[in-house]
């Protein structure tokens, strides 16, 4: 079936701007995450969803990041006031489920941010 | 502060030498450990990973990976790399019962041909 899909795959946007990235997980999958890798670094996990339900949004790097879910599946990370530090290549993953700590994440090709 | 390290962020090999990428951990509680692989042009995906019983996990494409928590080590293997295992290899960990796993920066392998 279709894997984990992301839009946009490339943005390029001015500092000071909003921007929105689209998250379409695999059907089925309950659990859905968001991570960022900034040039040279890991993966910084951001926010995870079960369901619709965020439990923690402790990653968020500050208040200008919020991310929903709608109806179990698709997802929106949008970041407000972008700054030149938010550039990054932004990932989604899911799994069928959540809360066990083993579940295998499934991810998406991400989306290039460049703020200019 | 939880935490994974990756020692070696850049590997250059040449074909049939045998891999080994090292991954350390900071985790407190039982810990879940993952090794996942992002060739060039694709998606991050599962390689091998580890939960409880053997120490000694075997994943995809001949790669093996062993628990030592005396060490807080999660080690991958292959005893013979081919060219097309070129790619970036990521360690991971997560608390059982958790959610949020932690991944390392990452080790980028080259294989010569």
């Known amino acids: 079936g279709a894997g984990v899909s992301q839009s946009p795959s490339n943005k390029v946007t001015e500092k000071g701007k909003d921007v929105e990235l689209r998250c379409d997980p695999i059907?089925?999958?309950?659990?859905l995450y968001w991570y960022r890798q900034s040039l040279g670094q890991g993966l910084e996990f951001l926010i995870y969803?079960?369901?619709?339900?965020?439990?923690?949004k402790s990653g968020l790097p500050s208040d200008r990041f919020s991310a929903e879910r709608t109806g179990g599946s698709v997802s929106t990370l949008t970041i407000q006031r972008t700054q030149q530090e938010d550039s990054a290549v932004y990932l989604c993953?899911?799994?069928?489920?959540?809360?066990?700590?083993?579940?295998?994440?499934?991810f998406g090709p991400g989306t290039r941010l460049l703020v200019l | 502060a939880q935490s994974v390290s990756q020692h070696n962020h850049h590997v250059i090999l040449s074909e049939a030498a045998s891999l080994e990428l090292g991954c350390n951990y900071s985790?407190?509680?039982?810990?879940?450990l993952f090794w996942y692989v992002q060739y060039p042009g694709q998606h991050l995906q599962l390689l091998l990973k580890?939960?409880?019983?053997?120490?000694l996990v075997k994943g995809i494409k001949g790669f093996e990976a062993e628990f030592i928590k005396s060490k807080f080590s999660f080690n991958l293997r292959k005893p013979s790399v081919q060219w097309s295992d070129t790619a970036e290899y990521f360690c991971?960990?997560?608390?059982?019962?958790?959610?949020?796993?932690?991944f390392g920066a990452g080790t980028r392998l080259f294989v010569k041909a």
């Open positions: 993953a899911s799994s069928f489920e959540a809360g066990r700590g083993q579940e295998t994440q499934y």
């Open positions: 059907s089925g999958h309950t659990a």
């Open positions: 969803f079960q369901g619709n339900s965020a439990p923690d």
């Open positions: 985790y407190g509680g039982t810990v879940n």
């Open positions: 580890y939960f409880s019983g053997d120490p």
């Open positions: 991971a960990v997560s608390n059982t019962g958790g959610f949020k796993t932690i």
